[in-house]
């Protein structure tokens, strides 16, 4: 069983009263750009400053970062994502000043002394992580607008509302709740000296600190005030049979013997279900979601409109070059345009810092993070991974960086070019080819590897070096049958692909085309696999379908997306030959596998001496979010 730090203040501060069902607010403009500033200091890792140039152009490219599509999880850029998320919200400005429903300041003054009478702190807290009064008004008018859009044309009355109430109890009684705290372990032996721990009187936080393998162990194994209906049959079932103040039989997570986890709770209180009252927060809640759910049955989702409007309007993402990245972290930078206005640096940065729905993979799991904090902390680790190699006398020296700068250039002759046309500098690059580095010499310490050893390994591992089969793909997504259809028309039409998806696609690839890149076929998901099926190379795929649900979906509801493929090449695939610089790529593995062996992850090394680190996070908003990160992941893995 595991638990997750919550980080949800750091995105949904004011989503209390989200308008509708499932808004989701978080902090997007800062106008003043009072934070963005490429010389302010971020963090300080052992008297060693991390500076706003360096935090936020990380924060662009960020790698292993994306979002979740149903089951599927799509890795994009924060920069791409940020555009993205912009673009989109400006387009939804546009469709409700062309329907008439654009929220007025006056609306959006009444929506925030809804939403202060309903939690009177919530501008505190909203200030508290360096929110300011534009930002919370920015984000109230786009949920408005939303919700508006939504709800065209529907209206209900107050007798709806009541006899909504009334024919729905159980969707308006909070369900019994318990307050416990746990205590989990690995094995059954692990069961026995809890026992004897507790029956000798000792106190079940104290134990949980001190024995349990969840995250919860920081706090004393408190999970809170819990749901009944959240907890399994089986957790259920024991805590029937617990009174207040006393701990359950150890239960197992472990299915038919196999390896799982000891789990004993501790009862300390049971809240009764209780009716909510019928006042006028209540009605407003049952109001606007019966509004949103009326309104997708008549209006449908906003795609549809919303594609029709990106029509009409002309975006332009401004270009970067610049040989300092300091310039690139200009507040008054235009990023895009739309329709003349400028979408500046200071909105665009900021919004990327706190970017909704955004996160990494974790194992099989999806876990949501705010890009901020994921930069900060690879940062963070960096320096430190830095300064362990320094201590050891192998910190890569500048010929060093060089020279893995020219074997890269070697192994790929368009990096410079493809680097900096997208705004990256020299420096840049060389900073992240030092972090591999580092990361390498670390890892290899006190290893070598002979030629004999890696002819071999090359010659027992055939499947290792046959560089697999790639396809050369340009692709149009779009929102509904509809924009399907005339997508069709277009290409059957004698209209060339790139252009179809440069007008149609909603993907973030239109402004380049389409263009998908080279990507090997395997790494494809299923239903794109399935769509090329069949597929020769300068025709198109069949139309693949994801279910994308959206918060704020009626049940049941689906919001598909529809993607079509241009094969334009097959490169099969091909045993790489032995040369030179494929020797020098199986060395390196092999001794970073021997490394591992010998001294350890490098994960384990910086985990130990993040211990011992001084850090000093100078960004309020994830300050004390990254200290509580940072004392559960070193417990969980044992370091004190």
Request: aromatic fraction near 6%.
């Amino acid at each position: 069983m595991t638990l997750k730090i919550r980080t949800s203040m750091l995105c949904t501060l004011v989503a209390a009263t989200a308008i509708g069902a499932g808004g989701s607010p978080v902090r997007s403009r800062n106008q003043k750009g009072q934070m963005i500033d490429p010389n302010r200091v971020v963090a300080v890792v052992n008297g060693e400053e991390i500076k706003g140039a360096e935090y936020y152009r990380r924060m662009e490219y960020l790698s292993g970062v994306g979002y979740q599509a149903g089951r599927t999880f799509l890795e994009r850029s924060p920069r791409i994502l940020t555009l993205q998320k912009l673009i989109s919200e400006r387009l939804k400005f546009s469709l409700a000043k062309s329907k008439g429903v654009y929220p007025s300041d006056d609306d959006v003054e009444a929506e925030l002394n809804i939403r202060k009478e309903d939690n009177p702190k919530v501008l505190e807290n909203w200030a508290a992580v360096g929110g300011d009064i534009d930002e919370l008004k920015y984000q109230l008018r786009l949920q408005l607008c939303e919700f508006n859009l939504k709800t065209l044309g529907i209206s209900k009355t107050d007798k709806e509302i009541e006899d909504f109430y009334n024919d729905h109890p159980l969707l308006y009684t909070i369900p019994k709740s318990l307050k416990l705290r746990l205590i989990a372990v690995a094995a059954s032996d692990d069961t026995k000296i809890v026992d004897q721990d507790l029956a000798s009187g000792k106190d079940f936080a104290t134990e949980a600190q001190e024995k349990s393998i969840d995250v919860s162990k920081t706090s004393g194994g408190l999970l809170g005030v819990v749901s009944e209906d959240n907890l399994t049959p089986e957790t259920q079932e024991a805590l029937k049979n617990t009174k207040v103040g006393k701990t359950t039989n150890w239960l197992t997570t472990a299915a038919d013997g196999g390896k799982g986890n000891y789990l004993k709770f501790l009862l300390e209180e049971v809240i009764p279900p209780k009716k909510q009252d019928f006042d006028a927060k209540l009605k407003r809640t049952i109001r606007r979601k019966l509004m949103v759910e009326m309104g997708q049955i008549k209006n449908g989702n906003l795609s549809k409109d919303l594609e029709a409007e990106r029509t009409k309007i002309k975006v332009e993402i401004k270009p970067y070059a610049s040989s300092s990245p300091n310039s690139g972290v200009d507040p008054e930078r235009t990023i895009l345009s739309l329709n003349g206005e400028d979408i500046k640096g200071a909105e665009y940065f900021r919004r990327m810092e706190y970017l909704e729905g955004v996160g990494i993979r974790v194992s099989n799991s999806f876990s949501e993070l705010p890009p901020g904090f994921i930069t900060i902390r690879q940062l963070i680790n960096e320096r430190v991974a830095a300064n362990l190699a320094k201590d050891e006398g192998i910190y890569p020296n500048a010929e060093e960086v060089n020279a893995e700068l020219e074997i890269r250039k070697h192994d790929d002759p368009k990096l410079i070019d493809e680097w900096t046309s997208a705004g990256g500098t020299l420096d840049e690059l060389r900073s992240l080819f030092t972090v591999e580095l580092v990361r390498f010499k670390i890892l290899s310490f006190g290893i070598t590897i002979t030629d004999t050893e890696v002819e071999n390994y090359y010659n027992l591992h055939p499947d290792l070096y046959t560089r697999p089969k790639q396809l050369k793909l340009r692709v149009i997504e779009v929102p509904s049958t509809v924009d399907k259809n005339l997508v069709d028309q277009e290409l059957s039409s004698a209209r060339a692909f790139a252009d179809v998806a440069k007008e149609r696609s909603i993907d973030p690839s239109k402004v380049i085309s389409g263009d998908y890149g080279t990507v090997p076929e395997f790494r494809l998901i299923p239903a794109f696999r399935t769509a090329l099926e069949g597929a020769k190379i300068g025709g198109t795929s069949k139309w693949a379908v994801i279910d994308n649900p959206q918060p704020g979906d009626v049940q049941g509801s689906h919001n598909f997306l529809y993607y079509k493929f241009l094969l334009e090449d097959i490169i099969p695939a091909k045993k790489l030959d032995l040369d030179s610089a494929l020797r020098q790529a199986i060395r390196k593995v092999l001794m970073v596998e021997r490394g591992i062996a010998k001294n350890g992850s490098l994960e384990k090394l910086v985990d130990q001496r993040l211990a011992k680190t001084k850090i000093e996070i100078r960004q309020p908003e994830f300050a004390d979010a990254y200290q509580k990160y940072l004392s559960a992941h070193l417990k969980l893995q044992g370091i004190n």
